[in-house]
């Protein structure tokens, strides 16, 4: 069976390496538009980095009248608990010869000040009663926090009230290196072909029921065949499903949302003295990708803090991408669902719309908000994020992903962006088991799964604590994920 995939950025290259080592006899080629794999949001600074498990991220668990709501923090938890069990098999091995070349065990911290310090509080309560959060902890206490976060507390004055949860169990991900590695692996070792500088123009079903897919390669106009179609190309899949024909395009429209940093590099002395990434509240009306957070980064054996991000509103699909290219893949159809989102979500675009003009100095002045005093103890400079495109469907503004699979299986895409690349093993798993059914009934396969993935039923991992904790603690010494003796 020929399968395409479209993209070669942490999601493609993920559903690649996870489709050939269920299924050898599979022949795979990938098609990416840019010289290099995991070049456009999977990219260390594209991206936060953060290995998104619901340990610090308020929008995970959102407030209905007093009521902390859990059930999206356990999915995202367990589904990164898959992802683990994924990079983990990879180590094992030897596709990535040292788990220090893509992640980082950083702590995750959530902060807030007086006004949301009992919302913590109930939020800390009800996550810690769980297994996924059992070593969470939570202090009031300024000189206990500063010793998790020092750069948020050193400057701040001490009768300002604070509260904070901690795991230090953490980890920040380098997505772009974890690509390419990836990629090395597919090609070397299991027979992947993969195509640079190739820009897909269109697709469409041939009259025998095969997927013809029309690409622009260094100049030249290049037609490929497939019998199934994966198209992960970030906001580049919806001018792909535009012309795709399928019966459900006329349902999903792209919103784009862009977004900056405040980045600047410090030494490995003070970044261990910072060793993690905290999270705060978002403002009223700001989309979630726009919880602001300072956190450390790692790349290259250089270290970073990030601060941000900063949303905007800049429409063009990807990043390097004009925007004549999102113009040109809009429908008529898609602009009752544009305006509708402009009239519903109007709080939302006049938000993004003023970010977009915010200047150095104004993010200077946000990042000392958060962190008194840091606007001036290192060097910052604004740099450019990832662009993001969520999903309009059928007219409503979505925030999360959603994978969609033709009726015949031969065609699927995955559209949205958050959590995104923390949990792409999980979410390729279940794409794949979705168009390639067949694979999954062989004995071959069925071993396979066991031996990459120990356990990736999430509702075990949700409800069974001893086999969680079993699964946790292997992949975790694996990565090289250490928990504290004093925890």
Not at 21 to 34: G, H, N, Q, S, Y
Not at 56 to 70: A, F, G, H, R
Not at 71 to 88: D, G
Not at 130 to 136: R, Y
Request: charged share 25%.
């Amino acid at each position: 069976m020929n399968v395409i995939i479209v993209g070669a950025g942490i999601m493609g290259t993920t559903f690649a390496v996870l489709a050939k080592e269920l299924a050898p006899e599979l022949d795979i080629t990938i098609l990416e538009r840019m010289e290099r794999p995991g070049a456009s949001n999977s990219w260390v600074f594209n991206n936060a980095g953060t290995g998104h498990e619901a340990n610090c991220e308020l929008n995970y668990t959102p407030v209905d009248e007093e009521v902390i709501s859990v059930e999206k923090a356990l999915k995202i938890h367990a589904q990164f608990n898959v992802a683990k069990q994924f990079w983990a098999y990879l180590i094992k091995k030897g596709a990535i010869k040292d788990p220090k070349t893509f992640l980082n065990q950083t702590r995750h911290c959530t902060i807030v000040a007086e006004p949301a310090i009992e919302e913590l509080r109930l939020r800390y309560r009800e996550m810690s009663a769980h297994h996924f959060f059992e070593h969470m902890r939570f202090s009031e206490d300024f000189d206990e926090i500063e010793s998790w976060i020092p750069y948020l507390m050193e400057a701040r004055p001490r009768h300002e009230k604070m509260a904070a949860t901690v795991i230090e169990t953490g980890t920040d991900l380098n997505f772009g290196t974890l690509t390419e590695q990836m990629v090395a692996y597919a090609v070397n070792d299991l027979g992947v072909r993969i195509e640079y500088g190739t820009q897909v123009k269109r697709v469409h079903r041939s009259p025998s029921g095969s997927w013809l897919v029309e690409t622009e390669t260094k100049g030249k106009a290049v037609r490929h065949k497939a019998d199934v179609l994966f198209v992960g190309a970030g906001g580049g899949a919806f001018p792909i499903l535009k012309k795709s024909h399928l019966p459900f395009r006329h349902r999903f429209t792209g919103f784009p949302v862009g977004g900056r940093f405040l980045q600047a590099p410090i030494s490995e002395e003070q970044a261990n003295r910072y060793r993690a990434k905290t999270y705060g509240r978002a403002k009223v009306g700001a989309p979630p990708m726009s919880v602001p957070h300072l956190d450390l980064r790692v790349a290259d054996g250089q270290h970073y803090l990030l601060f941000g991000p900063f949303a905007s509103f800049k429409p063009v699909l990807e990043k390097g991408r004009g925007f004549l290219d999102y113009l040109r893949s809009m429908r008529l159809h898609d602009i009752p669902g544009l305006l509708s989102v402009a009239i519903e979500h109007f709080a939302l675009v006049k938000y993004l719309v003023s970010e977009t003009f915010k200047g150095e100095k104004s993010m200077l002045a946000e990042l000392d908000s958060f962190a008194p005093g840091m606007s001036k103890k290192f060097d910052w400079k604004p740099v450019e994020a990832g662009q993001r495109v969520q999903i309009i469907k059928d007219g409503d503004l979505q925030m999360g992903t959603e994978i969609l699979v033709s009726k015949e299986k031969t065609y699927g895409t995955l559209l949205g962006a958050s959590p995104g690349a923390s949990v792409s093993p999980e979410v390729m798993l279940r794409c794949l088991e979705q168009m390639l059914p067949s694979i999954f009934r062989k004995e071959s396969a069925r071993e396979k799964m066991k031996e990459i993935f120990p356990e990736d039923n999430l509702e075990t991992l949700i409800n069974e604590p001893d086999r969680y904790r079993e699964i946790r603690d292997v992949v975790n010494e694996r990565l090289g994920i250490i928990r504290p003796e004093s925890e």
